[in-house]
């Protein structure tokens, strides 16, 4: 049992980040609070779609899938260039490329949001005199006509 929680160590990380952000977004009422909150939710996403993306066989991790020459493989790239057919077949396993590009983008993405979260929440503090989400709604309450 202990060896099966140990192997997917990984994944009881992206939960745990997951939940804990979770939590932080719906019971916190300081925005400053509920904006890390979101980026540890975030950061949790990202584990889990990089998870996901490596390939494991025999017990090994993939590696990178890196243009090697060799003659016979080229001949057969010629070949299939000729027939307009481009099949690459490898007895190598390999892990996707494409996930961990993704998720650069969506780290780039996720700091430009928290970026712009904080530079709102000084902007309702300059407004309000508060960051709390309970006095910040009591203060607009007592202001309606």
Same mark, same amino acid.
């Given at each position: #049992?202990?060896?099966? !929680?140990?192997?997917?160590?990984?994944?009881?990380?992206?939960?745990?980040?997951? #939940?804990?952000? !979770?939590?932080?977004?719906i019971a916190k009422r300081n925005l400053v609070k509920q904006a890390i909150a979101l980026s540890l939710f975030q950061?949790?996403? !990202?584990?889990?779609?990089?998870?996901?993306?490596?390939?494991?066989? $025999?017990?090994?991790?993939?590696?990178?899938?890196?243009?090697?020459? $060799?003659?016979?493989?080229?001949?057969?790239?010629?070949?299939?260039?000729?027939?307009?057919?481009?099949?690459?077949?490898?007895?190598?396993?390999?892990? &996707?490329?494409?996930?961990?590009?993704?998720?650069?983008?969506?780290?780039?993405?996720?700091?430009?949001?928290?970026?712009?979260?904080?530079?709102?929440?000084? &902007?309702?503090?300059?407004?309000?005199?508060?960051?709390?989400? $309970?006095?910040?709604?009591?203060?607009? #309450?007592?202001?309606?006509?």
């Amino acid at each position: #049992m202990a060896s099966y !929680f140990s192997s997917y160590y990984n994944y009881w990380v992206y939960i745990a980040l997951m #939940m804990i952000g !979770f939590y932080g977004i719906i019971a916190k009422r300081n925005l400053v609070k509920q904006a890390i909150a979101l980026s540890l939710f975030q950061a949790g996403i !990202f584990l889990f779609y990089i998870s996901m993306a490596v390939v494991v066989e $025999d017990g090994k991790i993939a590696d990178a899938p890196i243009y090697t020459v $060799d003659k016979e493989l080229t001949h057969e790239l010629q070949e299939a260039e000729h027939d307009h057919h481009l099949i690459v077949k490898s007895d190598q396993a390999f892990s &996707n490329p494409l996930p961990h590009v993704l998720i650069l983008t969506a780290i780039v993405v996720s700091v430009s949001i928290l970026a712009v979260a904080l530079a709102i929440i000084v &902007n309702i503090k300059r407004e309000y005199g508060t960051i709390e989400e $309970d006095e910040i709604q009591q203060i607009e #309450m007592n202001e309606a006509p």
